[in-house]
């Protein structure tokens, strides 16, 4: 059937909804019945995780694993981590427990602000809006007082407001760039609040909103940035030269730490390679952000902006050798809550956040930041050495066994076949077809 626009979906029931797409499918009785079948039983939690977006008719499951023995400053974290793509955890594990041997992964700078602006055109002569700026910003910090109360009783609040000429970018334009500390919250709908009664406190001090025509301003938007560039965690890890031996692949280790500091360079100075470079960091990145109820979009959007910020797309993260010591680094754009939100609303985030000992938000950015360190150096190891492929084969097999529906024995008996051969959906089948007891 062809699909057709259709007015008032929202309105449906869940019931109706899921009735709706099922029967523009081929299959329609097996579609519904799988929608149906990843819901949540418990018909309270259903409601509580359906209603956390819009036009819900079902609930898409990810994996949910644990990369233990994260070491952040002598703290052990067993981490959990949500994510489809197979390997991320299994070389996350393996990274973090060679790290947690050698003392594991250390916060070297932490810092909070989160950024909100105002942007508004300003038409009248520039003289008189610098001349009126210091009355203006108490005027606007005044107004901030009651709606940032809550927020300094939990130790945070406004920390400073700028006026910025942007009139070299775009004719007129203007921004405040208001400067907040929201603690362990995120703080969007915060700062957001904030910054929408700036904008609202713009039209009380310049006196309304004129026609046109006699405009002096006019305030464009008010929101949040997501390039984060003052909430950033740098961490490090550092081991001597000799001990990575033990993770070289019988590569000699001279030749290894060429090689190794070598990718690092390379992501360093080609934006083609800092591109996939990063993917690796963010991989553990978004998993952990994922499994804790974080906005992960945030901290893409913040990390591929500060991998630009000198001009130039770069890698994140750093490797470097002296006095025969190999250390990593990384500094990550990291904006992170541990109360409100999806942390308090989502079951899963909840309990991550438990198993993870109920960290601050400063806490939970070491753990994140060291979680996306731990994935690429495991990443960056594979692929000086023996490459990415044979790791990921294992658990390509093991996706395709679980496609094809294979006994216990026909997994045992591929497994073998498969060892060191490439593996595709076709062989895989063709090999169960011959093999067929
Ligand atoms: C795959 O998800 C991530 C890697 O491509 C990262 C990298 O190349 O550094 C393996």
Known sequence: MKNMIIKGFSKLSEEE????????????????????HFLVDDPVERKHFLE??????????????????????????????????????????????????????????????????????????????????????????????????????RGGGILGLELQDRTDTIQYLYK???????????????????????????????GGDPHMEEKKYQVVMAILSNYTSKCTVSIEASCKVEELKSISEGMDVETFTDKMDLAYKIAHTDPYRAATHNKGIMNGVDAVLMATGNDYRVAEAAAHAFASRDG????????????????????????????????????LARRSLEILGNPTAKE???????????????????????????????????NILNMLNATTDQRME?????????????????????NQH
């Open 17 to 36: 909804k899921r009735n709706f797409i099922s029967i523009q499918c081929k299959n329609s009785v097996r579609t519904s019945a799988q929608l149906k």
């Open 52 to 153: 956390l977006s819009e036009n819900t008719i079902s609930s898409f499951h990810t994996p949910y694993g644990i990369a233990p023995n994260i070491v952040v400053d002598g703290k052990i974290y067993h981490v959990p981590m949500a994510i489809e793509e197979s390997s991320v955890v299994a070389a996350a594990s393996h990274s973090a427990r060679f790290w947690a041997e050698r003392g594991g992964f250390r916060v070297k700078q932490i810092s909070t602000i989160k950024l909100g602006h105002v942007y508004f055109r300003w038409f009248s002569d520039p003289v008189e809006l610098l001349g009126q700026w210091e009355i203006l910003k108490r005027f606007l910090l005044e107004r901030l007082k009651k709606v940032a109360d809550s927020m300094v009783l």
């Open 176 to 206: 405040l760039e208001l400067e907040v500390d929201t603690v362990n919250s995120m703080g969007a709908n915060f700062i957001n609040t904030c910054l929408e009664d700036m904008a609202e406190g713009l039209d009380f001090f310049f």
């Open 312 to 347: 130039q797309y770069r890698g994140l993260s750093w490797c470097m050798i002296n006095d025969l010591v190999l250390t990593i680094g990384l500094t990550l754009p990291l904006a992170v809550g541990t109360v409100g939100g999806i942390t308090n609303l989502h079951p």
């Open 364 to 398: 939970l950015m070491g753990i994140v930041a060291a979680v996306g360190l731990a994935s690429n150096f495991a990443a960056i190891r594979s692929l000086v050495t023996t490459g990415i492929q044979k790791g990921h084969m294992r658990l390509h097999l093991s």
């Open 414 to 434: 591929t497994e073998v076949h498969f060892n060191g051969k490439k593996v595709s959906y076709a062989a895989v089948k063709h090999f169960l077809n011959g």
